[in-house]
């Protein structure tokens, strides 16, 4: 069988147009990150109902994405919804105590995601703080009974 | 009366039949130890089945990128949701359309032109020739384009989700508007690398080996007229596309049907 370069050269690019593909699938379009685990930090925050909120929501401040919630479980102490964040370590140490989390939802019926508020108290809440000051997801169903009630009276 | 059920045990037979000489055909092929002359000619189909399709999968996939974005906006806008874009065609190419689109496209572009070659070797006798000087045909004919099929299918159908996405941005984020951050960041949020693009890439190995099993076997097993060769080149193109389009509803009730 006679060696043809071009032939080589021609299958050598396509193979390497699917490698670089599959790293532009990986880094750009699902977001793998290298080295994610080691800099970020760890939130809790209990909250009474989290509505349709899923791991891998973001968290924002602001509305500016600093970090995303990894975990979602019931407390079997209070019974309430604990739900575990990642944060960029770059704000370790600045939120304040007396930071608040809220559930808020993007459009009408878009994603629900953590909204992050920072308040005034001089301590600063470090890697595996519980963020005692939440609200909860806005239920719809809740909302239309609340005003039907109202309307009642 | 005897007749008839006589003549359907005969079809029922006939088609066992064609399945177990496939199935023999397809592992005396790919069960060999790789040789050094092996990889050239494979490295030749590679250039044929693979870079040649390369054209045709890049302009589908941009077009159908493109159109996703075009229609995904008209609809999210509604909903106020038009950030979503990116999640939604990324999702739609990396999950179905790109494995499924570029294997329907390698059953047309590559697929027929396999059949209508082996075919056309059997019909001028070059395969019994083969045989006569003591050179497996399997081996030297069907398995460099059987291995070149199972490779090129999946980078194909990379490339194809990669230039569809990117269709998708310049629909989406040049003409109409969408803000380019949230394209790429709810893209990111929502598609998982091993949940979404493994899956849709072991979607794409299966579709590889099906559709060039089913077309090198057409060709091998044809009856070698003129006729014949039109008929299996029809068969390939038929057979195979409605075997991905079967295989795609299996795979993807197995991959995604329990997420709930």
């Known amino acids: ?153 | 009366m005897i007749d008839r059920i006589a003549s359907l045990g005969r079809a029922t037979l006939d088609v066992l039949a064609a399945i177990g000489r496939a199935g023999l055909f397809l592992f005396h092929s790919i069960v060999c130890l790789p040789s050094r002359e092996g990889i050239y000619l494979w490295i030749r189909q590679m250039h044929f089945v693979g870079v040649m399709s390369m054209a045709i999968v890049v302009v589908s996939g941009l077009f159908i990128g493109m159109v996703l974005a075009l229609q995904g906006f008209t609809i999210l806008v509604g909903f106020g949701a038009d950030e979503a874009l990116g999640q939604m065609v990324a999702l739609s190419l990396v999950r179905e359309l790109a494995p499924v689109v570029a294997a329907l496209l390698f059953a047309g572009r590559a697929g027929s032109a396999l059949t209508a070659e082996i075919g056309l070797m059997k019909a001028t006798e070059q395969l019994t020739s083969m045989e006569m000087i003591g050179v497996d045909p399997l081996r030297r004919i069907v398995a460099p384009r059987l291995w070149a099929g199972f490779v090129s299918l999946p980078i194909l159908t990379v490339i194809f989700g990669v230039v569809g996405i990117w269709g998708g941005y310049l629909v989406g984020v040049k003409w109409l508007g969408v803000y380019d951050g949230s394209y790429w960041s709810n893209m990111q949020d929502s598609v998982s690398f091993v949940g979404d693009v493994l899956n849709g890439i072991i979607k794409s190995l299966v579709f590889g080996l099906v559709v060039t099993w089913i077309a090198v076997f057409q060709g091998y097993d044809l009856i070698p007229t003129s006729e014949g060769i039109s008929r299996a080149t029809t068969r390939t193109v038929v057979y195979a596309s409605l075997a991905v389009l079967g295989l795609d509803f299996i795979l993807t009730a197995l991959m995604f049907g329990d997420l709930g």
């Open chain 1, 1 to 153: 069988m006679k060696r043809n370069s071009v032939l080589e050269l021609g299958v050598g690019i396509f193979m390497l147009a699917g490698i670089l593909g599959l790293v532009f699938l990986g880094l750009r379009v699902s977001g793998l990150g290298v080295g994610m685990p080691s800099d970020t930090f760890t939130l809790n925050a209990n909250f009474s109902n989290i509505g349709g909120l899923r791991p891998d929501a973001k968290v924002t401040m602001s509305g500016v994405r600093i970090g995303k919630v990894t975990d979602i479980e019931l407390d079997q102490k209070w019974f309430d919804a604990k739900v575990v964040m990642e944060l960029d370590s770059q704000y370790d140490g600045k939120l304040s105590e007396d930071t608040t989390a809220a559930i808020l939802t993007s459009g009408l019926l878009g994603e629900q995601y953590i909204g992050l508020t920072v308040g005034g108290a001089p301590d600063t809440l470090h890697d595996g703080d519980v963020i005692r000051d939440t609200q909860q997801a806005l239920v719809l169903e809740e909302l239309i009974q609340q005003f039907v009630s109202n309307m009642a009276n």
